[in-house]
Every structure is written in C-alpha cells, then in structure tokens.
C-alpha cells in the first residue's frame, strides 16, 4: 500500500559533507560535498572511474569514508531501522545470487525489513518480471537482471531512490521505461539520484545534473542552466548584414562574424533579434539558434577538470 | 534481528548448493546404515577366533569425518556464496546492520548443523547397534543410556564445525580458500599431528577440531572463529 504521506520529502535528503575515499594512494572521491533533494531527478554524472558508485556505495555504508560524512535524511544509513522503506537502491544489477528464483530472490530481500509476499507480487508485475518469477536469476540478461534490482529497490516503497547506471543493458524500450518510472517517482515528490557516465541519458530524464570527475565536484547544475553557459549563440543571416550587425550591437548583443558566413550573435535569443530586425525593416533569411550539445558541455567541464588536476600538481 | 533471521533462513533453503549438501548428509546416514550390513556380512563369514579379535571402532566414527567436512562447506558455503555472487552487497543494503546479518547465520547454519548432526548421528548408531550389538561388535556393547552424553557430543561437533566454516569464509571471503582452510582444519592438520612424538600427538591431537570432545574447547573455536568473522565483516568494505 502507498503512503503518500511518507513518500513526500522536504528539505535536504541526502548530504554529503567533505566525503572522501581513499584506496592507498588513490583517491577515489575526494572532499565531496553535495545536496540531493526531492522532488526532482538529480542526475550524477562523470567519466567512468568518476567515484560516483564508491560515493553511493558510502551513502548506503557499504564502503567506510576516509574522511567526511554522508547521510540519509539527517542520519546514517546504518542507522535506519528499517532501510527499505526509506532508500530503494541499485548499484548492481548482477549482485544477486544466480541460483535463486527472481521470487525468491525478492522474498528473501523483502523479509529483512518485514515486507509481505504480496508487495513481492506486485512490484514484480509493476517492473514486468511477472512472467519470470519462477526461472532462475542466473539465466537472467542484463536487462533483466535491472528490472529486478529496480524491483528490489522499490519493495518498500521508499522516498529515496538511488540507481547505478541504471539503463546499461536495456533495450530502447526499456530505456524509455526507466526514464519514465524515474520521472515519475520524482513527480510523486521522492528524492531520485541516478547516476550515468552518459549526457545524453541524463538530458532526457535529470532536472538537476551534479557532474563529477576524478572524485571532485565539478559542477552543480541544471540542464538549462548548462546549455546556456554552452550555448554558442545565435546564427542570423541577412542580405544587409552590416547593418544588422548594427542594430544588433546597439541592442546589447555580441556580435561576430560566423565563419560559415552570416553573424553569430550571443547575448540576444531569437526572438530579441526578430523584433531588432523588424523594427528597422532589415530582412533576415536566417535566424538558428545554436546551443552546443550537453555531450560538448560535459565533455568540455571534464576536460577543464582534467587540466585543472594536472596544473595543480605541477 | 527476527526480520533478518527468517529472511537467512528463506535464503538458505532457496539455494541448490545447500540443498546439494543437505542431500549429502542423508546418503551419508544411507551410507552408515550399508556399511553396518556390510559389517555384519564380512562377521558372517569370519572364524570364531577373527571374531574375537574385533576391534571397538564403531560405524558412526568412521562416518563422521564425512558429516564434519559436508557441515563445514555448507558453513562455508553460507557467506562465501555471498561474496562471489556480490550477493552480499545487496544483502547489506537491506540489512546494514552487518552483526545482525552474521548473528543471523550463525544462528541458521547451526541449527541445521545441530538438528542434522544428531539426526545422522542417532539413526546411524541405532540401526548400527540393531544389527552389530548381537554379533558381539565391542563398540555397541555399552547401553543406550550410558553412550548417551558421547552420542550427543559427538552429533554436536558439526555444529562446531560449521561455525568454524562461517567464520573461515567470512574471513577468506573465497570459497575456495575456505574449502581449502576446512578441509585443513577437518582432515589434513589432524592427519600431521598423528605424526607427532609420544605423548604429544595424542595431547594436541585431542584439540584437533574433529576430535574435540571438552565443550570449553569447542566454545573456544566458535568464539575464535565468529570473532574474527566479526570484525572481517564490520571493518571491511563490501
């Protein structure tokens, strides 16, 4: 049964606080400090060896921090009494015991935190396992293998979701029902964190994108907020291009020439530069707004990172 | 900790690795119940002077090193499942209390232990003594009552061992290693320690896990064993 009054979250949900771990010399994550809050898919993304898994995994005490904190809404997740009405995760979808029946396996998860046989049922249909119950997890794709950890990580009906990479090794089809399913969570007012190495994941389905690279915090963002900052302008064309370029100064935009030819424009949006043209009757044959992809962006806030590290320990 | 508790027991009865080694334990009982038969033939057709020469060696000693290994790898077999499945980070997800999860199996893997390490035990010796007693076999000259305290002692060794095989593959982490460790521990140190000089292999001999009779030292592996899985599991990460 739902309880819509649990599900909805307010506030700060998971913080990290100064989170680092070391592995030897290594450091995977490195004095991270970051906010997750509900209501909105948070997108956590960086290159692969990023540390977002080893900063999940210390989320869920799986991996003792170094140094720093982190916690589930005020508390460790340790402490919880019961953990999976709170946090649903999936960090790895082929950490199951292969000899298990997908029911049995979800049943055996269901008990540590009291949860009936009829909830395994159900979630089961909801993640479209239903038909497989009875077959063996170890004959299970990866694909599969995702729907029953995402099966596992809702049993309890949480107000945090944590998923790992969750869409590797679906189908289109089944990439379209992640991002709906975490969609929908976050419009029921659940906190949903879901982790990918891949922008173009993340622009379909994250509000808030917190990017990492070799275990720091490098931006804190919003999708819009980052194809913005990326954006490359506008590109406008007109027979009287001199002029408009002109007109287009005067209005507050920077104005360049575009070596395609035309004018790139950055400062004004398109309609800014209609209006400009129009009211001083210059024709224009062309007006493209040209955001740089959010893989460019991302890749160029990586690299930035990249260069940063190795600038600082020269 | 009841929560945890019934889900290690749904756990373990849903795997075929422990089902294969409960199903070991029942041919081992098979096993003890043909060799007595197999006993009283070979008595059937020996001199009356072979017969006096018979030693005291009963049919559940000589089953008993099988019954102690089989435990020891379904001990084993509990956690390092977990480990090579990655099963074990799920299992900490959902319950992250990691005490309470090797509480769990420890309390699992020892009543069955202790439940099938007596039943085995029990039915072999009786059906052993139905058909060896009246041919004079020296083991089973005693009375019920009087083997009672010894029968019990010895069906509850495996439970010993199948701590031990917790802690070993807490500890190991890697099937194989604690496979190996508990084999070491059940058949090979025991074997070397028959090598020692008088009166110290029958000294140390004595403390061997599979010939651990004083309840004080068979606390004290448990104790040792579970310790050490103890603070494997809380120090380390998964």
Not at chain 1, 237 to 266: C, F, I, N
Not at chain 2, 44 to 70: K, V, W, Y
Not at chain 2, 89 to 117: C, E, F, H, M, Q
Not at chain 2, 201 to 215: A, C, E, N, Q, W
Request: proline share 4%; charged share 20%.
């Amino acid at each position: 049964m739902r309880r819509p009054g649990r599900v909805r979250q307010r506030g700060t949900v998971i913080e990290t606080t100064h989170l680092t771990k070391r592995y030897g010399s290594t450091t995977a994550v490195e004095s991270l400090s970051v906010q997750v809050n509900p209501g909105c898919v948070t997108g956590f993304l960086g290159p692969n060896g990023a540390g977002k898994s080893t900063t999940m995994r210390m989320v869920l005490c799986l991996a003792a921090p170094t140094s720093g904190e982190a916690l589930v809404q005020g508390r460790r997740y340790d402490q919880l009494r019961f953990p999976m009405h709170e946090v649903g995760a999936l960090l790895d979808a082929n950490a199951v015991h292969g000899g298990r029946t997908a029911v049995d396996h979800l049943r055996c998860l269901a008990r540590t935190n009291g949860i009936g046989d009829t909830r395994v049922v159900s979630v089961m249909e909801q993640v479209g396992l239903a038909g497989v119950a009875k077959r063996r997890i170890g004959g299970f794709s990866l694909g599969m293998r995702q729907r029953l950890g995402i099966a596992a990580a809702l049993l309890g009906d949480p107000g945090v979701l944590m998923f790992d990479e969750p869409v590797n090794g679906l189908d289109p089809d089944g990439v379209r029902w992640i991002r709906e399913l975490t969609r929908s969570l976050a419009a029921e007012g659940r906190t949903v964190l879901v982790s990918s190495h891949l922008m173009s994941e993340m622009e379909q389905t994250a509000d808030r994108l917190l990017i990492i690279g070799r275990g720091r915090l490098i931006s804190d963002t919003t999708v819009r907020d980052l194809l913005r900052q990326f954006g490359r302008g506008v590109l406008v064309r007109s027979p009287r291009q001199a002029e408009l370029a002109t007109v287009l100064t005067a209005a507050g935009g920077e104005v360049d020439s575009d070596p395609g030819g035309g004018l790139s424009v950055k400062g004004l949006d398109v309609a800014e530069i209609g209006d400009a043209a129009a009211a001083h009757g210059i024709a224009v044959h062309e007006v493209t707004p040209r955001s740089a992809s959010l893989e460019e962006a991302y890749m160029a806030l990586t690299a930035d990172s990249v260069d940063y590290r190795a600038g600082a320990q020269r | 900790m009841r929560d945890v508790l019934s889900a290690e027991w749904l756990k373990i009865r849903t795997t075929r690795s422990s089902q294969y080694v409960l199903l070991a334990v029942v041919v081992i009982a098979v096993v003890g119940i043909l060799l007595a038969y197999a006993w009283a033939q070979t008595w059937n057709g020996m001199s009356p002077q072979s017969r006096a020469r018979l030693t005291d060696s009963s049919i559940e000693d000589t089953t008993a090193p099988l019954l102690h290994f089989c435990l020891g790898v379904l001990g084993v077999l509990i956690i390092t499942g977990e480990y090579a499945t990655g099963m074990i980070r799920t299992s900490l997800t959902v319950a992250p209390r990691r005490l309470t999860v090797l509480l769990s199996k420890a309390v699992v893997i020892g009543a069955l232990a202790w439940v099938s390490g007596l039943l085995v035990t029990f039915s072999t010796y009786l059906v052993s003594r139905d058909i060896l007693a009246s041919r004079g076999f020296p083991a089973y000259a005693a009375s019920f009552g009087e083997e009672l305290p010894g029968l019990v002692g010895a069906g509850s060794l495996p439970t010993v061992i199948a701590l031990v095989g917790l802690g070993l593959g807490a500890v190991l982490r890697s099937t194989a290693g604690a496979l190996f460790a508990i084999a070491a521990l059940v058949f090979i140190v025991p074997a070397l320690i028959g090598f020692l000089p008088d009166p110290w292999d029958d000294r140390i001999g004595s403390l061997m896990l599979p010939h651990v009779t004083d309840p004080l030292v068979a606390t004290g592996y448990v104790v040792v064993a579970l310790g050490a899985a103890a603070v494997a599991m809380v120090r380390r990460d998964v």
